[in-house]
């Protein structure tokens, strides 16, 4: 054995004849060297063996099952509270007045505890998320909305939402999604470190998108609809590189949802959630699908007046003093306002009686600034409204309707299964739903009608209004860009130069380092465009405006006392520039512009002509011409405006 000691560490040693690292002496001799040997070696070997195929899999698992233990801990609690909730209001007696304060004190007290609590924690949690999440998943990263408070937030706010049951009737889709993409920037933060990389952006946007599918596919155990759904509301553009990661995520969290009602007991096996039986031998008859389609277009239509009420709505409450007032200084109060006036109608001795929820009932619950989920309650809407038309078609064919000299009876619950996947798909521009009526009541018997209702409902809605999410969009003013919809606006003919920002501020490599210290202390742009000279404007590259401070500090003053000292001294000295690598011209066209802006994530863009710089291209200039092209002026000489600046 030969002993070698360095100065200031540790004794080590190494076996005669071996290759091997150095290990230390205590481990050198302690007990069994050569079996403590082998198992660190053979778990190195599986360690290796196992990192080969990447430790995307081992994160991803890892989200799926986090979420579904968070999903499942949120429905047991949040059922027990239901549970005591309605004991209570049984056995409080007969009198009327107790029964009232049962009824409406309860939700009122989770309500208001929900938006303080949430609020106090940080402003960004209420809501549903999603347009959050979209915005974020286009390359605009709102820190806030990813902080791991924000988490712990979303859910004991969500919690107490679902807790007051049918009288606040509120899901959970939105804001799980929301908290499933915080854990997938969580777990991807602890991935970087343990695996030692640098941060890596695309990365980061691949447990993203990963972490938006789970949280839907974590809510109702449906993977395949839980991926689309995701790709359809939250994304412009998806990567398919992406797909595998959202599916296998996916697919464990919606497992290990399941598999925990197992243990609990709570079913004999892995079924959908909301099992139905419907015959399989005729399903429906051929003269039916017009009675789906006729379905599908009453969705469409409601749906429209739905999104357009509730954006209309929702911008009253920004701009009308007392309500703004109300929601910006004390949120709890006016969710104590929106939860009594809510269970006050639906206190079942009284106007509940008749109904559980109306139209604009929904729209209310929508405004309560509180974590909560709104496809849910869209997803029930629709079902009314197909359940009520089959019940009248049954009452009117009760023998069903005759085809080929057979007649069967009409299944009204087949409708109830279109209506929901209809309207909730119209209200959030989405076909996906369509699939996921399948996957939560585990019957595909009715594929076809349900589809062609969600089709004729989708492309009602989508002439007609934005969708759910992107009014909520409009309304909070998110950095988002718009489609440009349509093909009679007049975008084709819209180039670069008709909208590009023309006062870009450029520094020349012959500029003098008094000039250039005049145009940085002047200015608090946070790059700058560095042309090759002021006559020719031929861009070089950018530089950063902290840089280029930073070494303007640190250089000695002696251009300072009469010596003839440029920029490109400056630059030459260490300060480093940026190149740039993709450019627009004046003559790129809207659609171009507005498909590299979405496909690469970008937030700012140069204009050259010619190789000299001629302006720059936000998403801010980006969004303003599509804006006024969507909406043009009243008079016909502004709307050609745009068209016609040069």
Not at 73 to 88: D, E, I, K
Not at 96 to 110: C, G, I, M
Not at 377 to 401: D, H, N, Q, T, W
Not at 623 to 642: C, F, Q
Request: hydrophobic residues 45%; contains cysteine; proline residues 5%.
């Amino acid at each position: 054995m030969v002993l070698t000691q360095e100065p200031m560490e540790e004794l080590v040693g190494l076996c005669e004849g071996s290759v091997g690292k150095p290990v230390t002496l205590p481990e050198l001799w302690g007990p069994c060297p050569h079996v403590r040997q082998g198992i660190r070696g053979g778990l190195e070997w599986l360690k290796q063996r196992l990192f080969r195929v990447g430790e995307d899999w081992y994160f991803l698992a890892a989200l799926g099952v986090l979420m579904a233990l968070i999903s499942y801990a949120m429905n047991f609690a949040t059922g027990c509270v239901v549970q005591v909730h309605n004991w209570l209001y049984r056995e409080i007696g007969d009198s009327h007045l107790l029964r009232y304060l049962s009824w409406t004190v309860y939700p009122v007290a989770l309500l208001s505890f929900s938006s303080g609590f949430s609020q106090s924690i940080t402003a960004s949690s209420g809501g549903s998320g999603i347009p959050e999440v979209k915005t974020m998943l286009s390359g605009v990263i709102l820190e806030d909305y990813l902080d791991i408070k924000n988490f712990g937030a979303k859910v004991v706010g969500l919690c107490c939402t679902l807790a007051t049951g049918s009288t606040i009737f509120l899901g959970k889709v939105g804001p799980f999604t929301h908290m499933s993409v915080m854990m997938a920037a969580y777990l991807g933060r602890v991935r970087t470190k343990t695996i030692g990389e640098s941060e890596n952006k695309t990365k980061e946007m691949e447990m993203l998108v990963a972490g938006a599918a789970v949280g839907v596919a974590t809510v109702f155990a449906a993977p395949f609809s839980g991926v689309l759904f995701s790709i359809e509301v939250m994304s412009s553009h998806f990567s398919v590189w992406n797909y595998w990661r959202g599916f296998f995520a996916a697919t464990c969290g919606a497992f290990t949802f399941r598999l925990l009602a197992v243990f609990n007991s709570e079913q004999e096996t892995i079924t959908s959630i909301y099992k139905t039986s419907f015959r399989v031998d005729v399903p429906f008859d051929l003269p039916e699908i017009f009675f789906f389609v006729v379905l599908g277009a009453v969705c469409g239509i409601l749906s429209s007046a739905y999104n357009f009420c509730q954006r209309t709505f929702l911008g009253f409450l920004k701009t009308n003093r007392f309500t703004s007032q109300l929601l910006a200084t004390s949120k709890p109060l006016y969710a104590a306002l929106a939860a009594l006036i809510l269970a006050s109608i639906t206190y079942p001795p009284g106007v509940g009686r008749f109904m559980a929820s109306r139209f604009w009932m929904l729209i209310l619950a929508t405004t309560i600034p509180i974590p909560a989920g709104y496809f849910m309650p869209l997803f029930v809407y629709g079902a009314a409204i197909g359940r009520l038309m089959g019940e009248v078609l049954s009452a009117a064919f009760p023998e069903g309707i005759m085809s080929g000299g057979v007649a069967n009876p009409i299944m009204p619950g087949a409708y109830a299964l279109a209506g929901a996947a209809a309207f909730s798909g119209a209200v959030t521009h989405s076909i996906s739903t369509a699939l996921l009526a399948f996957e939560i009541t585990g019957q595909i018997v009715h594929a076809l009608p349900v589809l062609m209702a969600v089709l004729v409902a989708n492309a009602i809605s989508q002439s007609c209004q934005p969708s759910f999410y992107d009014g909520t969009i409009i309304v909070k003013k998110l950095p988002y860009l718009p489609w440009i919809r349509g093909r009679n606006i007049g975008s084709y003919p819209v180039t670069v130069g008709h909208f590009m920002n023309t006062s870009i501020t450029t520094l020349a490599k012959d500029m003098p380092l008094e000039e250039v210290l005049k145009v940085v202390t002047s200015t608090d742009v946070t790059r700058y465009v560095l042309v090759e000279s002021a006559e020719f404007q031929i861009l070089v590259g950018t530089v950063e405006r902290t840089q280029l401070m930073q070494t303007l500090q640190a250089e000695p003053a002696s251009w300072a006392l009469g010596q003839q000292c440029c920029l490109q001294d400056l630059l030459a000295g260490g300060c480093a520039t940026q190149p740039v690598t993709l450019q627009l011209s004046p003559e790129t066209s809207l659609h171009q512009t507005h498909n590299l802006f979405e496909l690469l994530n970008l937030q700012w863009l140069l204009v050259t002509s010619r190789g000299r710089a001629v302006g720059s291209v936000s998403w801010v200039e980006l969004k303003k011409a599509i804006s006024t092209l969507t909406n043009p002026p009243a008079t016909k000489e502004a709307s050609l405006g745009l068209q016609n600046k040069v």
